[in-house]
């Protein structure tokens, strides 16, 4: 019930392409969903994030999905740079403050 | 505003010592959160506190793990007698109460490797 998971657990494009990281939740009590970017050795960043009352959201080249009757929403990088190469992290929010974060997707960029 | 500050960021500890792990949250912000990420995985909740008070310890082991969050300093997270399964990286993370929680800013972390 407080798990949020994530795919893939890798994903390889090419400079310019749209990597999709998709999540799925289980408990209907969670109200936020944040996107955090994690470099090797720094800590995770928050990239964007959304609520569960509306269905998109873009800031910048960052687009979240969200489909509440699903249970899922997504992350989708328009015109991927290799600087974009990271690990990415969907996390899910109670009113309690306490984040339940997924097991991450190593995104790499090919130049 | 300097961010939040972990200290320090490799912390080497031989089984049955004890780890101190600090953290300074952002200026003005009174909630801290404190995580362990083992390779490989995502971030795993282990406390919520804010000054002075434990609000939500239920990521916490029972035993060997403590946290506080003292009216003045640093949030510590203490791990007393450790064994190997507890090397992993620890990750502070902090808030302002306008906030709500609904960003979280990390510090850098700290690497606790137990031999």
């Known amino acids: 019930q407080q798990q949020v998971k994530q795919s893939p657990q890798s994903l390889i494009v090419q400079k310019g392409g749209i990597p999709i990281i998709n999540c799925a939740y289980e408990n209907t009590a969670f109200d936020y969903f944040p996107w955090y970017q994690q470099f090797p050795g720094k800590g995770p960043a928050l990239l964007i994030a959304?609520?569960?009352?509306?269905s998109e959201k873009k800031e910048g080249r960052f687009t979240i999905s969200f489909n509440k009757s699903a249970k899922q929403f997504s992350l989708h990088i328009m015109d991927s740079q290799p600087g974009d190469s990271a690990t990415y992290f969907c996390?899910?929010?109670?009113?309690?403050?306490?984040?339940?974060f997924g097991a991450g997707t190593r995104l790499f960029v090919k130049a | 505003n300097a961010g939040v500050m972990q200290n320090p960021r490799h912390l080497v500890r031989r089984r049955g010592q004890e780890a101190r792990l600090r953290c300074s949250p952002m200026?003005?912000?009174?909630?801290v959160y404190w995580y362990r990420q083992l390779p490989e995985e995502g971030l795993k909740f282990m406390v919520y506190l804010q000054k002075e008070n434990i609000i939500d310890e239920s990521g916490m082991p029972k035993e060997r793990f403590s946290a506080e969050f003292p009216k003045e300093g640093p949030s510590i997270l203490r791990i007393q007698q450790v064994v190997r399964g507890d090397s992993a990286a620890y990750f502070c993370?902090?808030?302002?109460?306008?906030?709500?929680?609904?960003?979280?800013?990390f510090g850098p972390g700290t690497r606790l490797t137990v031999l």
């Open positions: 200026k003005g912000h009174s909630h």
């Open positions: 996390a899910a929010r109670t009113g309690g403050f306490k984040t339940i």
């Open positions: 959304i609520r569960p009352d509306v």
């Open positions: 993370a902090s808030s302002p109460p306008w906030l709500a929680g609904d960003e979280q800013f």
